[in-house]
């Protein structure tokens, strides 16, 4: 024991003497357990928690627990902080009238007090009404209201009729999931009347909770409020505190249903014992699994004022057995839009050679590499980029289209003709690999919405299992259309064939990932079919000026037009052809989107007459009457 007492009393030495006293007794104090004042002054987060439970005046012994916690500005528990308790009612002490009382906050302690906590007991006193419960401490302070009920005098309820059972959350995610894996079970004690009973054999377990329907991938039951103190079983014993029990229910690793059944033990050896089966809570939202692309057609394209559309498109993530995965669970995205070299169609043509397909392309587990001996061109591919020649490099992004979810996407490292080497090894060993190797070189990008709705860059966050996301894009002729057809038909890249929309869409560390060429640079409906002659009949051969553009006016490259000739009368063999767009081998528009298109007149006598019908998908038709004079 340390004692320190008065050694001096020399006038004017004394006030001295007690000031170094102080501040050694509080020295001495934060050694062995932490100076109050300071703790107090710490304190800036107080929080405050009255335990569930009845008051009232006809059980004087009731009590509900009233905790208070503080906390620094870290957020970590404050031990020996300085806590004041008020109440306007009841009382703090079941045999006096104690309405303010201070306490220290503990180092956890054997009464159940956690580290941080101060904790006493509220008892319903004399006077019925609703109690104002506040603590204090370093100016902060917060309050609660507790009802202590009126009641007649009489013996505390003890007879248990019934058993209440509650479940905090009853659809639980498959544990290691980012989801709500557990629920607090609510076991009450009850009257015939279904008011909370408080039985005389509460200091021994008087409750049994078991799990008769699980899905058998370790769920678990713990005791509360303090769970860590006992393994986790799907069979419990517990006491309960003033006719109140928790338990805390732990889903496992499999999907399933739990069914729990809940026995009161005193009744069990009675002709009727008190049971109580729980409702079924559902254990679902496995690790993703799988991951599925869609597009909406109607209302998807949204222009942004400023020379760029942004496109929605949409994704489902399940685990293995179809449930949506646990809300939050985080999507990464990637996009590109030019493909340096390939093994899969089309041909991409580099002047000096061309891409070889379905070459035996392989990788090897525990290597980062990628071979292809039958084309050599990781080193000589390349794409027209801003007038230059663009050449594979580091970071471009590696697809393989038929391999396994964990290996389908990596990044370039270095090159050798043959060889790609990754930034991260594979996985498995695999022949035959349908591979591309690309970026996003002509202003595509990706953005995912987050549970708020919130765009975010390169990711999407699911909401029961569901995300949107957004592709953004120049919209002019040069780039409209792109991805959106058979990519030899534009003729705006080179090599040929190079300019395609890929997205890649996978949940880190799970099987969960897709590679899609769904998406492209779509226009905005409806199209505009323009007849830039002037003329809507003919008699003779001519050819039509067409354009076909977007709704917001853009032309449009590469779109067909269709044709259909139908004769109202032909009495002269008249014979009306609809020909190929000039400088083309096809019906489409050029690359300004425009189509210079000849129509033949042969035959036919006066009065004949034909309709020649033009049109295009997701636009309008035009029509000219065709008559022979």
Not at 242 to 247: A, P, W
Not at 319 to 339: E, F, H, I, M, P
Not at 440 to 458: C, I, S
Request: hydrophobic residues 40%.
């Amino acid at each position: 024991m340390i004692k320190i007492s008065t050694l001096f009393h020399v006038p004017g030495v004394k006030m001295m003497v007690r000031y170094a006293l102080a501040v050694a007794a509080c020295l001495v104090a934060l050694v062995l357990t932490g100076c109050g004042g300071d703790s107090e002054k710490h304190v800036v987060q107080l929080q405050l928690l009255v335990t569930e439970g009845p008051l009232s005046t006809a059980h004087p012994e009731q009590y509900r627990y009233v905790i208070a916690t503080a906390r620094n500005a870290d957020g970590d528990p404050l031990v020996n902080a300085s806590i004041e308790f008020h109440t306007t009612l009841g009382s703090f002490d079941n045999d006096t009238v104690m309405r303010r009382k201070v306490m220290t906050t503990s180092r956890g302690n054997a009464d159940g007090s956690g580290r941080g906590e101060a904790r006493l007991r509220l008892y319903p006193g004399a006077a019925a009404g609703i109690a104002q419960v506040s603590i204090f401490s370093n100016g902060q302070q917060r309050s609660q209201s507790v009802v202590i009920e009126a009641g007649e005098n009489g013996d505390p309820l003890t007879e248990v009729h019934q058993l209440g059972l509650s479940l905090s959350v009853s659809s639980l995610t498959v544990a290691g999931t980012t989801g709500q894996e557990t629920s607090i079970v609510r076991i009450e004690l009850q009257s015939a009347d279904g008011r909370r009973v408080t039985t005389a054999d509460e200091q021994q377990a008087n409750l049994r909770v078991s799990m008769i329907t699980r899905p058998g991938g370790g769920e678990s039951l713990k005791p509360l409020p303090n769970p860590q103190e006992q393994s986790g079983s799907h069979l419990l014993e517990l006491a309960t505190e003033q006719g109140l029990g928790q338990v805390l229910l732990t889903a496992g690793t499999l999907p399933g249903v739990i069914e729990l059944l809940v026995e009161f033990l005193p009744s069990l050896s009675g002709s009727n014992p008190l049971l109580v089966q729980s409702s079924r809570i559902n254990v679902a939202s496995g690790p993703a699994h799988s991951i599925a692309i869609s597009y909406p057609i109607q209302n998807a394209i949204q222009d942004l004022g400023n020379g760029f559309y942004r496109r929605k498109g949409g994704l489902q993530v399940t685990d293995r057995y179809g449930n949506a995965v646990a809300d939050g669970t985080v999507v990464s995205l990637g996009v590109l839009d030019t493909v340096l070299t390939s093994n899969i169609p089309p041909v991409l043509d580099y002047g000096f050679s061309q891409n070889v397909l379905y070459t035996n392309a392989g990788i090897r587990a525990g290597e980062a590499s990628l071979t292809d001996v039958e084309n050599s061109l990781f080193q000589s591919a390349y794409v027209k980029h801003n007038g230059i020649q663009r050449f594979i490099e580091p970071n471009d992004r590696v697809l393989l289209l038929n391999s396994p979810a964990r290996d389908k996407s990596r990044f370039v490292a270095q090159l050798s003709p043959e060889a790609i080497t990754t930034t991260a090894g594979f996985l498995q060993d695999q022949d035959a690999v349908q591979y591309l190797v690309g970026a996003a070189l002509k202003g595509l990008q990706v953005a995912g919405e987050n549970t708020a709705g919130e765009l975010l860059p390169g990711r999407v966050q699911t909401l029961t299992g569901a995300g949107t996301f957004y592709l953004t894009y120049p919209a002019n002729r040069h780039t409209l259309g792109l991805g959106c057809q058979d990519p030899q038909l534009d003729t705006r890249y080179e090599p040929v064939g190079s300019a395609q929309v890929w997205l890649i869409a996978q949940v880190s560390d799970t099987d969960a990932a897709v590679v899609d060429n769904q998406g492209c640079y779509s226009a905005l409906l409806n199209f505009q079919l323009r007849n830039l002659s002037g003329v809507n009949s003919l008699s003779e051969t001519a050819t039509l000026s067409l354009d076909v553009r977007d709704a917001a006016d853009i032309q449009l490259p590469f779109i067909e037009i269709k044709a259909q000739v139908s004769y109202t009368r032909n009495q002269g063999s008249l014979e009306v052809s609809v020909g190929l767009c000039e400088d083309r081998l096809d019906r489409r528009t050029n690359t300004n989107g425009a189509c210079a298109l000849p129509i033949s007149i042969q035959g036919g006598q006066s009065g004949d007459r034909a309709l020649v019908q033009l049109s295009v998908t997701g636009g309008n038709a035009i029509e000219l009457d065709v008559a022979i004079p």
